[in-house]
């Protein structure tokens, strides 16, 4: 059962909003090859898809946004790993 008042577009725009947010972080720590906090932004973005208040539809709409980057990031800590 969906919460009283509840608003899908608003959840969705909310979450959109603070993947954005991280994204610009995010994309300045691999700027700067600061990959701890790359990782650090990753998982909060990731965070935004724990939800069960969106459709899958617009789940996937808020998942489409930076999930390339996030890979990016994954990919290139791993690398570093094992260097």
Request: hydrophobic content about 40%; overall charge negative; charged content about 20%.
């Amino acid at each position: 059962m969906l919460p009283h008042g509840y608003d899908e577009e608003k959840w969705l725009a909310e979450g959109i909003v603070s993947i954005q947010h991280n994204a610009f972080y995010m994309h300045g720590a691999l700027d700067s090859n600061d990959l701890k906090d790359a990782l650090r932004y990753s998982v909060q973005m990731l965070s935004e898809l724990r939800t069960s208040l969106l459709s899958p539809h617009k789940c996937y709409e808020l998942c489409d946004w930076d999930i390339y980057l996030i890979l990016l990031v994954v990919n290139a800590a791993c690398v570093e790993a094992e260097s």
